[in-house]
């Protein structure tokens, strides 16, 4: 019998970046496939899985804002960015035989299901992968504070966080080659010490409920389902650190 999984539901949270591969901007195909085959590993395992993906890859809110437009005009634009992520995301997943569904949180009937939380529950209990765009459907928000609060919502035993690095560094280790890496820290050594791995509100939001977050390198193949076999290179972030 193969080990258990450390996580029986969890939420994936991937940054629009994690999308581009080594173009500077948008998709690249075969890194969103490489990703949809990790994903399709940890469905094989049992886990339930329910994705966040962010939408940096296209358009930030704060770019806009920069450029003179308003900045909840520019998070909508943002916003919409993400369900162009999210069904780039489903498009892989089904390639590689994996049921899933798209709900965004901004209402767009012809193009995927609205979000309705017992809904994706019974999604991800029948086996398929529930992505959801749009975030939390409010502007001055960010994807993180979106993942957080639907891995609430979906009573998640843990939220995923890929990155490009293979956990939390006390500074960014491309930059810093002696930045110290983490095992374990607590909600509170994130916030105090300000380290960059999600923003506050997201972090706030989990530690409230609860739900410890697991940073791993969405780059590195395999390394999802390593994370729930409890072998993975990672940090986790928890109450007791
Ligand atoms: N956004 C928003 N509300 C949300 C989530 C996202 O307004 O609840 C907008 C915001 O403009 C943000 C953009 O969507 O800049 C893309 O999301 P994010 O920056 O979190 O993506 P990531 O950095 O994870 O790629």
């Given at each position: 019998m193969p080990p258990q999984p450390l996580y029986k539901r969890v939420l994936l949270k991937l940054s629009g970046e994690a999308l581009m591969g080594k173009r500077e901007y948008g998709l690249d195909n075969d890194t969103v496939r490489a990703i949809a085959v990790d994903i399709g590993d940890v469905v094989a395992?049992?886990?339930?899985?329910?994705?966040?993906?962010?939408?940096?890859?296209?358009?930030?809110?704060v770019s806009g804002a920069a450029a003179g437009m308003e900045?909840?005009?520019?998070?909508?634009?943002?916003?919409?960015?993400?369900?162009?992520?999210?069904?780039?995301?489903?498009?892989?997943?089904?390639?590689?035989g994996l049921a899933s569904r798209v709900q965004?949180?901004?209402?767009?009937?012809?193009?995927?299901?609205?979000?309705?939380?017992?809904?994706?529950?019974?999604?991800?209990?029948?086996?398929?992968?529930?992505?959801?765009?749009a975030?939390?459907?409010?502007?001055?928000?960010t994807t993180d504070t979106a993942a957080?609060?639907?891995?609430?919502?979906?009573?998640?035993?843990?939220?995923?966080?890929?990155?490009?690095?293979?956990?939390?560094?006390?500074?960014?280790?491309?930059?810093?080659?002696?930045?110290?890496r983490f095992e374990s820290l607590s909600y509170h050594e994130v916030l105090s010490r300000d380290l960059q791995v999600m923003d506050a509100s997201a972090v706030s939001l989990?530690?409230?409920?609860?739900?410890?977050i697991v940073v791993f390198s969405i780059h590195d193949r395999g390394a999802l389902a390593a994370v729930l076999r409890g072998e993975g290179r990672c940090t986790i972030i928890s109450e007791q650190g």
């Open positions: 395992m049992g886990v339930q899985v329910s994705v966040v993906i962010g939408g940096g890859n296209l358009f930030r809110g900045r909840a005009q520019a998070d909508y634009i943002g916003m919409l960015a993400t369900v162009m992520n999210a069904l780039a995301m489903q498009a892989a997943l089904e390639r590689t965004s949180a901004i209402p767009m009937e012809s193009v995927c299901e609205p979000y309705i939380r017992r809904r994706a529950i019974r999604h991800m209990e029948k086996g398929r992968v529930v992505i959801f765009g975030g939390t459907g409010n502007p001055f928000f957080a609060l639907r891995a609430a919502e979906m009573n998640c035993d843990a939220m995923l966080k890929g990155t490009q690095v293979d956990g939390v560094y006390s500074a960014d280790p491309k930059k810093h080659p002696n930045a110290e989990s530690r409230e409920n609860r739900i410890p």
